[in-house]
Protein backbone atom coordinates (compact mmCIF):
# COMPACT_ATOMS: atom_id res chain seq x y z
CA UNK A 1 0.00 0.00 0.00
CA UNK A 2 2.95 2.49 0.21
CA UNK A 3 4.17 2.36 -2.76
CA UNK A 4 1.01 3.83 -4.82
CA UNK A 5 1.07 6.43 -1.91
CA UNK A 6 4.57 7.22 -3.34
CA UNK A 7 3.34 7.33 -6.54
CA UNK A 8 0.28 9.30 -5.73
CA UNK A 9 2.64 12.11 -4.10
CA UNK A 10 3.80 13.92 -6.29
CA UNK A 11 0.45 13.75 -8.45
CA UNK A 12 -0.66 15.37 -5.02
CA UNK A 13 1.95 17.98 -4.94
CA UNK A 14 2.00 19.25 -8.53
CA UNK A 15 -2.08 19.65 -7.86
CA UNK A 16 -1.91 21.62 -4.97
CA UNK A 17 0.95 23.99 -6.64
CA UNK A 18 -1.34 24.31 -10.04
CA UNK A 19 -4.05 25.90 -7.31
CA UNK A 20 -2.60 28.96 -7.19
CA UNK A 21 -2.92 29.94 -10.66
CA UNK A 22 -5.88 31.78 -11.54
CA UNK A 23 -6.59 32.36 -15.35
CA UNK A 24 -8.30 35.61 -16.01
CA UNK A 25 -7.83 39.44 -15.17
CA UNK A 26 -6.63 40.35 -11.68
CA UNK A 27 -10.21 42.93 -10.95
CA UNK A 28 -9.41 46.96 -10.02
CA UNK A 29 -11.77 49.19 -9.10
CA UNK A 30 -12.26 51.11 -12.63
CA UNK A 31 -11.83 54.71 -12.65
CA UNK A 32 -14.66 57.04 -12.05
CA UNK A 33 -15.23 60.45 -13.35
CA UNK A 34 -14.35 62.84 -10.09
CA UNK A 35 -14.59 66.27 -10.03
CA UNK A 36 -11.97 68.39 -7.51
CA UNK A 37 -14.31 70.30 -6.07
CA UNK A 38 -17.99 70.82 -6.13
CA UNK A 39 -19.45 73.34 -8.23
CA UNK A 40 -22.11 75.00 -6.74
CA UNK A 41 -20.82 74.86 -3.64
CA UNK A 42 -18.53 77.82 -4.51
CA UNK A 43 -18.96 81.21 -3.08
CA UNK A 44 -21.39 79.50 -0.31
CA UNK A 45 -20.39 79.09 3.35
CA UNK A 46 -23.40 77.17 5.26
CA UNK A 47 -24.61 79.43 8.29
CA UNK A 48 -25.21 76.67 10.30
CA UNK A 49 -23.24 73.13 9.63
CA UNK A 50 -24.68 70.05 11.31
CA UNK A 51 -21.78 67.64 11.89
CA UNK A 52 -24.54 64.82 12.92
CA UNK A 53 -24.83 64.68 8.73
CA UNK A 54 -21.94 62.43 8.74
CA UNK A 55 -23.37 59.81 11.57
CA UNK A 56 -25.65 57.08 10.52
CA UNK A 57 -28.41 58.59 13.05
CA UNK A 58 -28.31 61.86 10.71
CA UNK A 59 -32.05 62.40 11.60
CA UNK A 60 -31.22 63.70 15.46
CA UNK A 61 -29.52 66.68 13.71
CA UNK A 62 -32.91 68.43 13.69
CA UNK A 63 -33.89 67.43 17.24
CA UNK A 64 -37.21 66.08 16.75
CA UNK A 65 -37.71 63.13 20.31
CA UNK A 66 -40.62 61.62 17.62
CA UNK A 67 -38.90 61.71 14.38
CA UNK A 68 -35.77 59.72 16.65
CA UNK A 69 -37.92 57.01 18.11
CA UNK A 70 -40.30 56.62 14.38
CA UNK A 71 -36.42 56.63 12.42
CA UNK A 72 -35.22 53.84 14.88
CA UNK A 73 -38.10 51.49 13.97
CA UNK A 74 -37.28 51.56 10.45
CA UNK A 75 -34.53 49.55 10.38
CA UNK A 76 -35.83 47.09 12.72
CA UNK A 77 -39.54 46.34 11.57
CA UNK A 78 -39.92 47.86 7.74
CA UNK A 79 -41.18 44.86 5.82
CA UNK A 80 -39.11 45.53 2.69
CA UNK A 81 -35.93 46.33 4.46
CA UNK A 82 -36.38 42.06 6.16
CA UNK A 83 -37.08 41.14 2.43
CA UNK A 84 -33.66 43.27 1.26
CA UNK A 85 -32.21 41.40 4.25
CA UNK A 86 -33.28 37.81 3.46
CA UNK A 87 -31.78 38.34 -0.12
CA UNK A 88 -28.40 39.40 1.15
CA UNK A 89 -28.36 36.75 3.54
CA UNK A 90 -28.83 33.92 0.68
CA UNK A 91 -26.61 35.75 -1.56
CA UNK A 92 -23.81 35.34 1.70
CA UNK A 93 -24.78 31.18 1.38
CA UNK A 94 -24.09 31.16 -2.09
CA UNK A 95 -19.94 32.13 -0.94
CA UNK A 96 -20.37 29.50 1.43
CA UNK A 97 -21.38 26.95 -1.58
CA UNK A 98 -18.92 28.29 -3.95
CA UNK A 99 -16.00 27.62 -1.61
CA UNK A 100 -17.11 23.97 -0.82
CA UNK A 101 -16.39 22.97 -4.19
CA UNK A 102 -12.91 23.82 -2.96
CA UNK A 103 -12.76 20.84 -0.80
CA UNK A 104 -13.01 17.07 -1.77
CA UNK A 105 -15.81 15.26 -1.57
CA UNK A 106 -16.06 12.31 1.15
CA UNK A 107 -18.46 9.42 0.95
CA UNK A 108 -18.91 6.66 3.62
CA UNK A 109 -20.76 3.70 3.50
CA UNK A 110 -21.22 0.55 5.36
CA UNK A 111 -23.09 -2.70 4.52
CA UNK A 112 -24.32 -5.94 5.95
CA UNK A 113 -25.69 -8.67 4.00
CA UNK A 114 -26.31 -12.32 4.70
CA UNK A 115 -27.38 -14.90 1.88
CA UNK A 116 -28.65 -18.65 2.00
CA UNK A 117 -27.08 -20.72 -0.84
CA UNK A 118 -28.94 -23.78 -1.03
CA UNK A 119 -27.28 -27.08 0.86
CA UNK A 120 -23.63 -28.39 1.73
CA UNK A 121 -22.71 -31.76 2.04
CA UNK A 122 -21.72 -33.22 5.09
CA UNK A 123 -20.40 -36.77 5.80
CA UNK A 124 -19.41 -38.94 9.02
CA UNK A 125 -18.63 -42.54 9.81
CA UNK A 126 -20.47 -43.91 12.89
CA UNK A 127 -19.63 -47.17 13.86
CA UNK A 128 -17.70 -47.92 10.96
CA UNK A 129 -20.19 -46.86 8.55
CA UNK A 130 -20.04 -43.50 6.37
CA UNK A 131 -23.45 -41.37 6.72
CA UNK A 132 -23.80 -38.12 4.98
CA UNK A 133 -26.55 -35.66 5.09
CA UNK A 134 -27.12 -32.20 4.21
CA UNK A 135 -27.29 -28.91 5.75
CA UNK A 136 -28.45 -25.05 4.49
CA UNK A 137 -25.33 -22.84 3.55
CA UNK A 138 -25.80 -19.23 5.32
CA UNK A 139 -22.83 -16.68 4.59
CA UNK A 140 -22.63 -13.05 5.62
CA UNK A 141 -20.78 -10.46 4.38
CA UNK A 142 -19.68 -7.00 6.35
CA UNK A 143 -18.22 -3.93 4.88
CA UNK A 144 -17.29 -0.34 5.15
CA UNK A 145 -15.98 2.09 2.82
CA UNK A 146 -14.54 5.60 2.65
CA UNK A 147 -14.41 7.22 -0.95
CA UNK A 148 -13.47 10.74 -2.01
CA UNK A 149 -13.59 12.12 -4.94
CA UNK A 150 -11.53 15.67 -5.42
CA UNK A 151 -10.97 18.33 -8.13
CA UNK A 152 -8.53 20.95 -7.89
CA UNK A 153 -9.12 24.45 -8.37
CA UNK A 154 -5.87 24.24 -10.86
CA UNK A 155 -6.93 27.34 -13.52
CA UNK A 156 -8.64 29.46 -10.72
CA UNK A 157 -12.27 28.56 -11.68
CA UNK A 158 -14.21 27.79 -8.18
CA UNK A 159 -11.81 30.76 -6.82
CA UNK A 160 -13.10 33.43 -9.97
CA UNK A 161 -16.70 31.95 -8.63
CA UNK A 162 -16.22 32.55 -4.77
CA UNK A 163 -14.68 35.95 -6.24
CA UNK A 164 -17.95 36.42 -8.20
CA UNK A 165 -20.68 35.43 -5.51
CA UNK A 166 -18.44 37.20 -3.06
CA UNK A 167 -18.75 40.22 -5.25
CA UNK A 168 -22.35 39.91 -5.60
CA UNK A 169 -23.00 39.36 -1.92
CA UNK A 170 -21.08 42.74 -1.02
CA UNK A 171 -23.79 44.47 -3.71
CA UNK A 172 -26.63 42.93 -2.06
CA UNK A 173 -25.87 44.50 1.30
CA UNK A 174 -25.10 47.46 -0.24
CA UNK A 175 -28.38 47.42 -1.99
CA UNK A 176 -29.84 46.75 1.43
CA UNK A 177 -28.13 49.43 3.33
CA UNK A 178 -29.24 51.81 -0.08
CA UNK A 179 -32.97 50.72 0.68
CA UNK A 180 -32.72 51.15 4.66
CA UNK A 181 -31.07 54.92 3.77
CA UNK A 182 -34.26 55.21 0.89
CA UNK A 183 -37.07 53.72 3.88
CA UNK A 184 -34.86 56.39 6.25
CA UNK A 185 -35.40 59.51 3.84
CA UNK A 186 -39.05 58.69 3.00
CA UNK A 187 -39.63 58.52 6.59
CA UNK A 188 -38.20 61.89 7.09
CA UNK A 189 -39.91 63.50 4.37
CA UNK A 190 -42.96 62.38 5.48
CA UNK A 191 -42.99 63.12 8.84
CA UNK A 192 -41.51 67.08 7.54
CA UNK A 193 -44.63 67.03 5.46
CA UNK A 194 -46.96 65.96 8.66
CA UNK A 195 -45.67 68.72 10.62
CA UNK A 196 -45.84 71.38 7.28
CA UNK A 197 -49.96 70.21 7.20
CA UNK A 198 -50.21 70.72 11.30
CA UNK A 199 -48.46 74.15 10.91
CA UNK A 200 -51.05 74.62 7.91
CA UNK A 201 -53.79 73.53 9.80
CA UNK A 202 -52.81 76.30 11.88
CA UNK A 203 -52.40 79.13 10.15
CA UNK A 204 -55.53 78.19 8.77
CA UNK A 205 -57.54 77.99 11.90
CA UNK A 206 -55.93 81.16 12.23
CA UNK A 207 -57.53 82.60 9.36
CA UNK A 208 -60.72 81.34 9.89
CA UNK A 209 -61.04 82.99 13.15
CA UNK A 210 -60.11 86.75 11.41
CA UNK A 211 -62.66 85.23 8.78
CA UNK A 212 -64.74 84.93 10.98
CA UNK A 213 -64.51 88.33 12.64
CA UNK A 214 -64.18 89.72 9.34
CA UNK A 215 -67.97 88.72 8.75
CA UNK A 216 -69.02 89.84 11.62
CA UNK A 217 -67.78 93.58 11.30
CA UNK A 218 -69.34 93.31 7.74
CA UNK A 219 -72.75 92.28 9.27
CA UNK A 220 -72.67 94.94 11.70
CA UNK A 221 -71.68 97.59 9.26
CA UNK A 222 -74.60 96.07 6.96
CA UNK A 223 -76.51 96.36 9.64
CA UNK A 224 -76.03 100.01 10.57
CA UNK A 225 -76.62 100.76 6.84
CA UNK A 226 -72.90 101.39 6.23
CA UNK A 227 -71.79 98.18 3.95
CA UNK A 228 -73.77 96.53 0.90
CA UNK A 229 -75.58 93.21 1.35
CA UNK A 230 -72.64 91.77 -1.30
CA UNK A 231 -70.00 92.65 1.51
CA UNK A 232 -71.59 90.35 3.76
CA UNK A 233 -72.27 87.25 0.57
CA UNK A 234 -68.44 87.91 -0.05
CA UNK A 235 -67.12 87.60 3.63
CA UNK A 236 -69.24 84.68 4.04
CA UNK A 237 -68.01 83.15 0.91
CA UNK A 238 -64.14 83.37 1.80
CA UNK A 239 -65.41 82.48 4.76
CA UNK A 240 -66.86 78.90 4.22
CA UNK A 241 -64.07 78.55 1.51
CA UNK A 242 -61.51 78.46 3.79
CA UNK A 243 -63.50 76.17 6.26
CA UNK A 244 -63.29 73.85 3.60
CA UNK A 245 -59.80 74.07 2.68
CA UNK A 246 -59.16 73.85 6.70
CA UNK A 247 -61.07 70.48 6.64
CA UNK A 248 -59.30 69.30 3.45
CA UNK A 249 -56.31 69.31 5.23
CA UNK A 250 -57.54 66.55 7.21
CA UNK A 251 -57.30 64.10 4.58
CA UNK A 252 -53.72 64.97 3.83
CA UNK A 253 -52.34 64.85 7.19
CA UNK A 254 -54.55 61.10 7.47
CA UNK A 255 -52.49 59.60 4.52
CA UNK A 256 -49.07 60.84 6.06
CA UNK A 257 -49.39 59.39 9.30
CA UNK A 258 -50.78 56.22 7.47
CA UNK A 259 -47.45 56.47 5.26
CA UNK A 260 -45.36 56.72 8.28
CA UNK A 261 -47.25 53.31 9.71
CA UNK A 262 -46.46 51.58 6.66
CA UNK A 263 -43.00 52.50 6.72
CA UNK A 264 -42.80 51.27 10.49
CA UNK A 265 -44.27 47.95 10.01
CA UNK A 266 -47.47 48.36 11.99
CA UNK A 267 -50.88 49.25 10.44
CA UNK A 268 -52.30 52.58 10.36
CA UNK A 269 -54.75 51.82 13.38
CA UNK A 270 -51.39 51.58 15.62
CA UNK A 271 -50.14 54.97 14.76
CA UNK A 272 -51.15 58.18 16.25
CA UNK A 273 -48.94 61.33 15.96
CA UNK A 274 -50.13 64.07 17.95
CA UNK A 275 -50.51 67.36 16.13
CA UNK A 276 -47.66 70.08 17.34
CA UNK A 277 -46.24 73.38 16.69
CA UNK A 278 -43.79 73.64 14.16
CA UNK A 279 -40.33 73.03 15.66
CA UNK A 280 -38.17 71.92 12.99
CA UNK A 281 -35.73 74.43 11.31
CA UNK A 282 -33.55 74.02 8.53
CA UNK A 283 -29.30 73.31 9.08
CA UNK A 284 -27.17 73.72 6.24
CA UNK A 285 -24.77 71.02 5.94
CA UNK A 286 -20.90 69.94 4.93
CA UNK A 287 -20.82 68.20 1.41
CA UNK A 288 -17.10 67.17 2.30
CA UNK A 289 -14.45 66.22 -0.35
CA UNK A 290 -16.52 65.19 -4.17
CA UNK A 291 -13.79 62.16 -3.71
CA UNK A 292 -14.94 60.71 -0.71
CA UNK A 293 -18.13 60.72 -2.03
CA UNK A 294 -17.44 57.17 -4.09
CA UNK A 295 -16.64 55.75 -0.90
CA UNK A 296 -20.07 57.10 0.56
CA UNK A 297 -22.62 55.87 -1.43
CA UNK A 298 -24.24 52.69 -1.44
CA UNK A 299 -25.54 52.42 -4.46
CA UNK A 300 -22.29 53.15 -5.74
CA UNK A 301 -20.06 50.85 -3.36
CA UNK A 302 -23.45 48.30 -4.99
CA UNK A 303 -22.54 49.03 -8.76
CA UNK A 304 -18.91 48.75 -7.96
CA UNK A 305 -18.77 45.42 -6.41
CA UNK A 306 -21.07 44.14 -9.62
CA UNK A 307 -18.29 45.09 -11.85
CA UNK A 308 -16.08 43.29 -9.55
CA UNK A 309 -17.93 39.80 -9.67
CA UNK A 310 -18.68 40.65 -13.55
CA UNK A 311 -14.56 40.78 -13.60
CA UNK A 312 -14.41 37.21 -11.97
CA UNK A 313 -17.00 35.75 -13.88
CA UNK A 314 -14.04 36.36 -17.25
CA UNK A 315 -11.92 33.98 -15.36
CA UNK A 316 -14.84 31.16 -14.72
CA UNK A 317 -15.70 31.69 -18.86
CA UNK A 318 -11.58 31.48 -19.43
CA UNK A 319 -10.91 28.53 -17.02
CA UNK A 320 -12.93 26.59 -20.29
CA UNK A 321 -10.18 26.27 -22.28
CA UNK A 322 -7.93 23.95 -20.02
CA UNK A 323 -9.01 20.36 -18.92
CA UNK A 324 -10.04 19.56 -15.49
CA UNK A 325 -8.22 16.90 -13.60
CA UNK A 326 -10.28 14.84 -10.64
CA UNK A 327 -8.61 12.59 -8.36
CA UNK A 328 -10.84 9.72 -6.45
CA UNK A 329 -9.67 7.06 -4.35
CA UNK A 330 -11.54 4.89 -1.95
CA UNK A 331 -10.38 2.55 0.80
CA UNK A 332 -12.17 -0.05 3.64
CA UNK A 333 -12.61 -3.18 4.91
CA UNK A 334 -14.63 -6.36 3.94
CA UNK A 335 -15.22 -9.58 5.98
CA UNK A 336 -17.58 -12.22 6.84
CA UNK A 337 -17.40 -11.79 10.77
CA UNK A 338 -17.95 -8.34 12.50
CA UNK A 339 -14.88 -9.12 14.06
CA UNK A 340 -12.47 -9.48 10.59
CA UNK A 341 -13.13 -6.23 9.44
CA UNK A 342 -10.23 -4.46 11.05
CA UNK A 343 -7.74 -7.41 10.28
CA UNK A 344 -4.99 -6.68 7.88
CA UNK A 345 -6.41 -9.76 5.69
CA UNK A 346 -9.38 -7.72 4.81
CA UNK A 347 -8.60 -3.79 4.13
CA UNK A 348 -9.01 -2.70 0.38
CA UNK A 349 -8.35 0.48 -1.28
CA UNK A 350 -7.66 1.93 -4.55
CA UNK A 351 -6.64 5.27 -6.03
CA UNK A 352 -6.65 6.96 -9.44
CA UNK A 353 -6.76 10.34 -11.24
CA UNK A 354 -8.92 11.42 -14.36
CA UNK A 355 -8.28 14.16 -16.72
CA UNK A 356 -10.73 15.85 -19.43
CA UNK A 357 -10.11 18.46 -21.91
CA UNK A 358 -12.82 19.86 -24.12
CA UNK A 359 -11.73 19.37 -27.72
CA UNK A 360 -14.77 20.66 -29.95
CA UNK A 361 -17.87 22.50 -28.90
CA UNK A 362 -18.16 24.68 -31.84
CA UNK A 363 -17.28 28.17 -30.35
CA UNK A 364 -18.78 27.83 -27.22
CA UNK A 365 -16.42 28.72 -25.01
CA UNK A 366 -14.65 31.56 -26.88
CA UNK A 367 -18.69 32.65 -27.21
CA UNK A 368 -19.16 32.66 -23.61
CA UNK A 369 -15.35 34.64 -22.76
CA UNK A 370 -16.75 37.20 -24.91
CA UNK A 371 -20.00 37.46 -23.62
CA UNK A 372 -18.30 37.77 -19.76
CA UNK A 373 -15.82 40.43 -21.10
CA UNK A 374 -19.03 42.19 -22.35
CA UNK A 375 -21.08 42.04 -19.17
CA UNK A 376 -18.05 43.21 -17.35
CA UNK A 377 -17.84 46.72 -19.52
CA UNK A 378 -21.45 46.82 -19.31
CA UNK A 379 -20.88 46.52 -15.40
CA UNK A 380 -18.35 49.39 -15.60
CA UNK A 381 -20.48 51.46 -17.90
CA UNK A 382 -23.05 51.24 -15.35
CA UNK A 383 -20.59 52.26 -12.36
CA UNK A 384 -19.52 55.10 -13.76
CA UNK A 385 -23.17 56.46 -14.57
CA UNK A 386 -24.11 55.78 -11.33
CA UNK A 387 -21.19 57.52 -10.32
CA UNK A 388 -21.94 60.37 -12.10
CA UNK A 389 -25.59 60.95 -11.09
CA UNK A 390 -24.70 60.36 -7.34
CA UNK A 391 -22.18 63.74 -8.23
CA UNK A 392 -25.19 65.51 -9.90
CA UNK A 393 -27.71 64.89 -7.02
CA UNK A 394 -25.21 66.28 -4.32
CA UNK A 395 -24.87 69.66 -6.76
CA UNK A 396 -28.61 69.77 -7.45
CA UNK A 397 -29.05 69.66 -3.48
CA UNK A 398 -26.54 72.09 -3.03
CA UNK A 399 -27.66 74.41 -5.57
CA UNK A 400 -31.46 74.42 -3.96
CA UNK A 401 -29.70 74.80 -0.06
CA UNK A 402 -27.92 77.59 -1.39
CA UNK A 403 -30.87 79.12 -3.56
CA UNK A 404 -33.55 78.66 -0.83
CA UNK A 405 -32.00 80.32 1.90
CA UNK A 406 -31.23 83.39 -0.25
CA UNK A 407 -34.93 82.83 -0.88
CA UNK A 408 -36.69 83.04 2.26
CA UNK A 409 -35.13 86.18 4.48
CA UNK A 410 -37.31 87.87 1.37
CA UNK A 411 -40.73 85.59 1.42
CA UNK A 412 -39.92 86.47 5.24
CA UNK A 413 -40.07 90.19 4.52
CA UNK A 414 -43.32 89.90 2.35
CA UNK A 415 -45.14 88.22 4.75
CA UNK A 416 -44.38 90.84 7.65
CA UNK A 417 -45.34 93.19 5.00
CA UNK A 418 -48.51 91.34 4.12
CA UNK A 419 -49.85 90.98 7.72
CA UNK A 420 -49.02 94.22 8.13
CA UNK A 421 -51.37 95.99 5.14
CA UNK A 422 -53.85 93.66 6.36
CA UNK A 423 -53.69 95.41 9.63
CA UNK A 424 -54.26 98.65 7.99
CA UNK A 425 -56.79 97.52 5.70
CA UNK A 426 -59.08 96.21 8.59
CA UNK A 427 -58.72 99.66 10.03
CA UNK A 428 -59.55 101.65 7.00
CA UNK A 429 -62.20 99.48 6.11
CA UNK A 430 -63.92 100.18 9.67
CA UNK A 431 -63.40 103.48 9.26
CA UNK A 432 -65.36 103.39 5.70
CA UNK A 433 -62.38 104.49 4.00
CA UNK A 434 -61.82 101.40 1.95
CA UNK A 435 -64.44 98.53 0.24
CA UNK A 436 -64.65 95.25 1.39
CA UNK A 437 -62.85 93.96 -1.75
CA UNK A 438 -59.57 95.52 -0.55
CA UNK A 439 -59.94 93.84 2.72
CA UNK A 440 -60.37 90.45 0.88
CA UNK A 441 -57.30 90.78 -1.29
CA UNK A 442 -55.02 91.62 1.41
CA UNK A 443 -56.34 88.66 3.59
CA UNK A 444 -55.60 86.51 0.32
CA UNK A 445 -52.28 87.74 0.08
CA UNK A 446 -51.09 87.45 3.80
CA UNK A 447 -52.51 84.00 3.77
CA UNK A 448 -50.23 83.49 0.82
CA UNK A 449 -47.73 85.23 1.63
CA UNK A 450 -47.76 82.38 5.31
CA UNK A 451 -48.16 79.60 3.39
CA UNK A 452 -45.09 80.15 0.82
CA UNK A 453 -43.05 80.98 3.38
CA UNK A 454 -43.97 77.52 5.23
CA UNK A 455 -43.46 75.44 1.80
CA UNK A 456 -39.97 77.23 1.60
CA UNK A 457 -38.98 76.62 5.17
CA UNK A 458 -40.00 72.60 4.31
CA UNK A 459 -38.50 72.91 1.59
CA UNK A 460 -35.05 73.77 2.62
CA UNK A 461 -35.43 70.80 5.60
CA UNK A 462 -36.14 68.34 2.60
CA UNK A 463 -33.48 69.86 0.95
CA UNK A 464 -31.52 68.74 3.83
CA UNK A 465 -32.80 65.43 3.92
CA UNK A 466 -31.85 64.68 0.32
CA UNK A 467 -28.33 66.01 0.77
CA UNK A 468 -27.61 63.97 3.76
CA UNK A 469 -28.88 60.77 1.53
CA UNK A 470 -26.98 62.11 -1.27
CA UNK A 471 -24.04 62.33 0.29
CA UNK A 472 -24.78 58.68 1.74
CA UNK A 473 -26.27 59.27 5.07
CA UNK A 474 -23.00 58.77 7.25
CA UNK A 475 -22.03 55.37 5.84
CA UNK A 476 -18.89 54.20 4.79
CA UNK A 477 -17.96 51.21 2.02
CA UNK A 478 -15.80 49.84 4.90
CA UNK A 479 -18.39 48.25 5.76
CA UNK A 480 -18.47 45.90 3.09
CA UNK A 481 -14.91 44.42 3.66
CA UNK A 482 -16.44 42.37 6.83
CA UNK A 483 -19.36 41.60 4.31
Known amino acids: MSKPRLRLAPLLIAASALCACEVGPNYHRPPAPTPQTYKEIAGWTPANPSDAADRADWWTMFGDPILNELEEKVAKSN??????????????????????????????????????????????????????????????????????????????????????????????????????????MELAADYITLRQLDEEKRIDDDTVKAYQLSLDITRNKYNAGNAAESDVDTAESTLYSERATDTALAQQRGQMEHAIATLIGVPPDQLS???????????????????????RRPDVAASERLAAAASANIGVAVSGYFPSVTLTGTGGTEAQQIGQLFSPQSML??????????????????AQVQASKAAYAEAVATYRATSLSAFQQVEDNLVAQRVLAAEQPDLLRAMNAADQALKITNNEYQAGTVDYTTVVTAEATALAAHNAELTIEASRLTTTVDLVVALGGGWNETELKSK
Open 349 to 366: WNAGASAAETIFNGGLTH
Open 79 to 184: FTLAADLAAYDEAHAVVAEQRAQLWPTLTGTGSASVSHNGSAAESAQISGVSVSRSTPATVANYSLELGATWEPDLWGKIRREIENAHGTAQSTYADLVNARLSAQ
Open 273 to 295: ITPTAWTLKPLDVPPGVPSALLQ
